[in-house]
């Protein structure tokens, strides 16, 4: 085994040490300076490494926290989705009682709104309930609207709510006007109110009638149930009869009841 260098090596620590010794107190601070900042980058680093530590540590969350987050971030999400469904549903309520407001500022009739509360289940297309009643000057036989045409009138009277019949509904006998012919007809209930309740039968139409699929139909004000001239709905079909006294029609109505919320009531 070769001993040469582990020799050399003892002599020259041996020999640095007795120089170091023999040194002056002033030289001694002198290298003990030197050989200090020759250490000082490896402690700034180590230093400087600590602190990426400890920052990465402090920004760094856990699986746990992740989880928790990302469950509050879905609830803020869901209850933004409601405010913004809430808000749309306000914005068409506003924009349906724009209508209404417009629609009784233009008419010369004494009007009054009322809610939709509730269907009769044994007749759930031809009946509905609403909020007026005898306490604000409804009784029985009042017609009863919307903006777009006809809904009804007015069947059964209590103190705070009332009973409409629809059209179609045997206790709402409706005379109407076809228009341009001028030609009067009876709307009663159809065979295809099962299924397609805005669907009527239009009868007594001449049997030579130039009524024609597409022709307005409105209140003829006959009987005088009735204000003249309210839009009832359309011809959707017509057939006529030339061997007999009178033709069938079809008529498609302008209201749905089944998407009514509010009807306004004629008063007296």
């Not at 109505?253 to 089944?258: E, N, P």
Request: aromatic fraction near 6%; charge should be positive; proline fraction near 6%.
């Amino acid at each position: 085994m070769n001993l040469r260098p582990y020799v050399y090596a003892a002599g020259f620590v041996l020999g640095l040490a007795a120089v170091l010794l023999a040194l002056s107190p002033q030289a001694a601070r002198q290298v003990k300076l030197a050989s200090g900042s020759f250490f000082v980058p490896l402690f700034s680093a180590e230093t400087g490494l600590q602190r990426a530590h400890n920052f990465a540590a402090s920004k760094t969350a856990t699986r746990e926290e992740l989880l928790d987050q990302n469950r509050r971030l879905a609830l803020t999400n869901e209850v933004l989705r409601i405010q913004i469904q809430q808000l749309r549903a306000t914005a068409e309520e506003n924009k349906v009682l724009r209508v209404q407001v417009a629609f009784a500022a233009t008419n010369q009739w004494k009007l009054r709104l009322g809610q939709v509360i509730g269907r009769d289940p044994a007749n759930w297309w031809r009946t509905l309930q609403i909020n007026l009643g005898s306490r604000h000057g409804v009784r029985e036989g009042l017609p009863v609207l919307t903006p777009d045409g006809l809904v009804g009138r007015v069947h059964e009277v209590h103190p705070n709510r009332s009973r409409v019949a629809l059209i179609g509904d045997p206790a709402c006998r409706l005379s109407i006007n076809v228009q341009p012919s001028r030609e009067n007809g009876i709307l009663t209930a159809d065979g295809a109110t099962v299924f397609d309740h805005t669907i009527v039968n239009l009868q007594f139409l001449p049997a030579h009638t130039a009524a024609r699929a597409g022709d307005p139909v409105v209140t003829s004000g006959l009987g005088r149930l009735f204000p003249r001239g309210i839009p009832v709905g359309k011809l959707l079909s017509v057939a006529p009869a030339p061997g007999a006294l009178n033709s069938n029609a079809r008529v498609k109505l302008a209201v749905d009841s089944s998407r009514l919320n509010e009807v306004w009531v004629i008063l007296p």
